[in-house]
Each structure stands twice: as C-alpha cells, then as structure tokens.
C-alpha cells in the first residue's frame, strides 16, 4: 500500500486553514480580544428572504407521500437550470438548459474537473490565484506552470507568443486580487485556446460584483468561447449559499476535445461520484434567480460593495491596493515592503484583524494582503479605524 506521493509537492497546510489555526491560537490566548475577521471569503449577511421560503416550502413538500423526493437527476433538477438558463438570458448570453451541470459550489468542480484529463496537460495558473486550481492539479500529478500576474499588468497577465498551455484557468473577478478582464483581454485568451486546442475553465463565482457595464460577466460574451471555455459559478456570493451550498458549471454542446463531446464526459464522472445536491437546496437556488429573489440578493451584494469602498478610502490613504470597484476584496501593497506573513502576524497582533496573507495564493502574492468585504459594517468601520491609527 502507498499514499498519493504528489502530496508532498504541496504546502503541508491548506492557506485558510492555516489563517484560521493562527486566529484561533491568538484568539486562546487573548479571550479579552474582539478579533476583527476579514480574512476568509464566507459572507455575514442573511439568505435573501424568498430562498429561505422556497426552501422551507420544499422540506414540507417532502414531509409528505404523495410530494417526496429522493435521489435527484445528476444534473441538476430542471426547474433549476431553467431558471440558471433565464439568468444567462438576462445578462445577452444564450445557454441551453441540457448544457447546465447543478453542482455544490464551484470550488467542488474547480477541483474534480480534472477528472476529465490526461495527467500529461500542461496547467497555466496564473499567479497570485485561488489556491484550488494549483492543489487539485499537484494532487494529481499533473504538471502546472505559473502565469504571472502583476502590477505592471494590472493582475491580468495575457497570453505571449512563447506561451504554452493545455488547461488554462482564468477567474474574473479575480480571487484575491479583484482584477477583472476587459472583453479585449478575455478575447485574447479565446483566441489563443482556439488556436492551440487548449481547454480554459473559467471560473465566474464574483460576476455579479462587477458594476461596470463595459465588463463581461461570462466567457460565453466573448465570440469563440463556445468551442474552449467551461464556465463555473457558484451562489455562495451571489445569494450567501456559503452554508447552504449549490452552484453550476457549464459544458457547451460545442465542446469537444479527443473526439468525446466534455459534456457527456462530466455526467458520466457526476454519475460515478457525486449524489446531486438537495431537492429543497435546489428550490431555493432557484428562487435566488427569481425576480424577488435576485432583488434581495442584490441588496446584499450593494451592502458588501459598500462595504469596500469604505475600505477602499482607508487603504489608498497608505499604500497601494487593487480591486474593490467589481470584487468583494482588497488586494494592497504591504507597507514598508514587509513579507505577506510578516504583516498578517502585525495585524493579528497589534490590531486584532484577520487578513489573507497574499503569499498564500501563490509565489507572485508575497508582499500582499488580502482584505474581505464581506464583514458587518461595524466591523469594517472598526477594522477601518484600527488601521488608520
């Protein structure tokens, strides 16, 4: 018997877990402390109203005979991707309903999607970026090159003439850095997939932050993304699922590589290893989508993004920063060039606040902090205060 030896090409510690060891271990020996957490992603506000009625109507349902649900299809129900297919409409962007795969949270598919590939595939990850992408892959022994990611590029590096790739993961809003491509960029990326047959997963979990019109809110916005791009989602910040746990990911019917149609791949891999998600989860996902339920979640998402933008004034007073326009994060500059861990610890410390040191998502993060919006009010106007002094 032998264990998985690629675990040892990874970091012995998963990054948020490790951020929250440190918290807890402070926060046991300090108890007279208020810790300030705006270090992992998981939103503070309430499930929008009409997701909580669906859902609740959904488990009365299956209290009875006659309206009880066990096993659900693989998929997805249909009542759900409908409602996930009229989302695309709204945003100008045809998706048909058979192309829609319902999951538990676009992180889940981040990582099985590899199931669908040779370990051969060369990975391009740009660098700093949500650390999943780079651990399912090194778990699987496939081998994974860093794209980097910048200032100088804006933290949205493009493909160059010499640039090699097989599996291309691109997440716009970018998590931690809060960029976001322009249609220009994101066609370049096209182009370049299509010109080399290569495969970009393209994860859309922070789309609905992007206020600005000029901005895609899909790859499939983008002419030729068909033929090279499966999108993932997630409500986890779109309607605060983070405790609830549903999201999406999409297989255009185009898609096809080895002469086997991804699709049909993925739902053969879903069948083996994933059960679906709950009837009454997938009610109230569905609901999220709904006219009243989209009006309630977007109030949440208005609240985070105020929230950013107090935090936006406080940490441009100091030093440099990124995102926050179109993302829940601030990704800034550690002042006095101090190291991403060095200035975690100061934070934690000497003022009670729990970031995301920057190194954690990459060689390209070190000198980085990664700063939540998804905080109370109160929270980030006193985490605000304690930084400015």
Partial sequence: MKI???????????????????????????PEKKLLRMGIGDVSGPLPAAVVKAMKDACDEMATKEDFRGYGPYEGYDFLREAISGYYASLGVTVDVS???????????????????DRDNLCLIPDPVYPVYVDSNLMAGRPVEYLRACPENGFLPLPQMDTKADLIYI???NNPTGAVYDRE???A???FANRRGALI?????????ISDPALPRSIYEIDGARTCAVEMCTLSKLAGFTGVRCGYTVFPKELERGGEQLG??????QSTKFNGVSYPVQRGAAAAFSKEGLAQAMAGIAYYKENAAIMAETIGSFTRYWGGANSPYIWLECPGKRKSWEYFDYLLNEKQIVATPGAGFGPGGEGFLRLTAFGDREDVLEAMDRIAR
């Fill in 185 to 187: 960029g994101l066609k």
């Fill in 4 to 30: 998985n030896g690629n675990f040892q090409n990874m970091e012995k510690n998963y990054l948020f877990a490790e951020v929250a060891a440190r918290s807890a271990a402070y926060a046991k020996a300090h």
């Fill in 264 to 269: 049909a791949l993925w739902l053969r891999r």
């Fill in 171 to 173: 997440c716009s809003p």
């Fill in 189 to 191: 990326w096209v182009d």
């Fill in 201 to 209: 997963l393209f994860d859309a979990a922070y789309e609905a932050f």
């Fill in 99 to 117: 192309e829609i795969y319902v999951n538990d949270g676009a992180k889940s598919d981040a990582g099985n999607i590899g199931d669908l590939f």
